[in-house]
């Protein structure tokens, strides 16, 4: 059973880009969350998603950010229009309920 | 305002030497689970909390659920370098009428050979 896979790893946008970001969960988990995270600080909750369904987008900045996680394929987070201060890494993590999340290995997005 | 207040926020101590985190709220949790975080990794699960006063043991890692459910501690007994990592607690709570998981800041433990 392969684990949370990410990608991609390193991302590298001009600001003014988009930038994608995927996650496909741990088989037969349909509760995906993403977090952001800075150097040498925790995570910080973005947005909960259920398959076709946002539940909590709380986190999340209200623009140029949007997650989804169709009913096929990877969950997306997309930055719209990326500035500087959106370098951070970003971490998905999945869960087969509202209990213990398994995570990626992060995606590491630098806006230059 | 942070839902799980992790302390101390930095530790450095000597390999050998033993130490305890802790993760506190005023909220209850159905459940909490401690995680480690290595640079340039994501978080790894060590272990889910589920019953008040519930005690796990995993190797020289004791770890501890308050009897209202509310707060945690991790204790490590003969810390070794391999033990360096970010540690995080996490719990599961309803917030803004959904169910979901939030996360202290973490405690950032580096162990000196």
């Known amino acids: 059973n392969a684990g949370v896979m990410q990608n991609p790893r390193h991302l590298v946008r001009r600001r003014g880009q988009e930038a994608r970001l995927r996650c496909s969960p741990m088989?037969?988990?349909?509760?995906v969350y993403w977090y952001r995270q800075l150097p040498e600080e925790g995570l910080k909750f973005m947005v909960y998603?259920?398959?076709?369904?946002?539940?909590?987008e709380s986190g999340m900045p209200k623009e140029r950010f949007s997650a989804e996680f169709p009913k096929e394929g990877p969950s997306i987070l997309r930055i719209q229009q990326v500035v500087r201060g959106d370098s951070a890494a970003y971490f998905c993590?999945?869960?087969?309920?509202?209990?213990?999340?398994?995570f990626g290995q992060g995606t590491r997005l630098t806006v230059v | 305002t942070q839902l799980l207040e992790q302390s101390p926020q930095f530790l450095s101590i000597q390999e050998g030497e033993n130490l305890t985190v802790y993760c506190n709220s005023s909220?209850?949790?159905?459940?909490l689970q401690w995680y480690r975080q290595e640079p340039g990794e994501g978080p790894v699960l060590l272990v889910t909390?589920?019953?008040?006063?519930e005690v796990k043991k995993l190797k020289r890692l004791t770890f501890q659920f308050g009897d209202a459910r509310k707060d945690s501690s991790l204790h490590i007994t003969a810390a070794q370098p391999g033990d360096t990592g970010l540690y995080l607690c996490?719990?599961?709570?309803?917030?803004?009428?959904?169910?979901?998981?939030?996360f202290g800041k973490g405690t950032k433990l580096t162990v000196n050979p």
């Open positions: 909390v589920v019953t008040g006063g």
């Open positions: 088989k037969g988990h349909s509760h």
């Open positions: 998603l259920q398959k076709e369904n946002i539940i909590d």
């Open positions: 996490a719990g599961t709570t309803i917030q803004g009428g959904s169910e979901k998981l939030v």
């Open positions: 909220s209850v949790f159905s459940s």
């Open positions: 993590a999945s869960s087969p309920s509202n209990s213990e999340a398994f």
